[in-house]
């Protein structure tokens, strides 16, 4: 199965439907870069007006998780992938329509060759920044991916 846009927003309301029912869509995705949107609605605000940081972390997660199961499928090779830690930054409220964009395909190119070359676990962080629609920056999530090549 080709992994797109659309079969990962039929995965979300499958496999995670609080991401998919808070409004969390992918938009585009290639060998290096992943965009996801998530308006601002009732559903996933906060008591301050603004969208609940979870919504956000869905979303960005989902920009890295995504390139990284692409990269898995293209290897051909059984590999299992974890979040293991994140951190965020949070430098605006968010309202609108906020999109989140991780660009940092080739590094998990590298890491998936080494892991196939080492048979070791490999580690990655990749960044999924937000912005609303003013192209102002709300916030930065890191995410560090471990994959490993399954016996």
Known sequence: MKISPSKLNKFLLFKLPAAYFTGVRTKHLDDKTCVVTVKHRW??????????????GM????TTGALVMKKIKKSEKKISMLVA??????????????????NEGLKIDEAIVKAIETGEGQTVWLNSNGKNEDGVEVSSFNFEWTIKVKV
């Open 43 to 56: 559903i996933n605000q906060n008591p301050f007006n603004s969208m609940f940081w979870a919504v956000q």
């Open 59 to 62: 979303a960005a997660e989902l």
């Open 85 to 102: 830690s994140n951190n965020a930054n949070f430098t605006k409220k968010a309202t609108g329509k906020i999109t989140f964009t991780c």
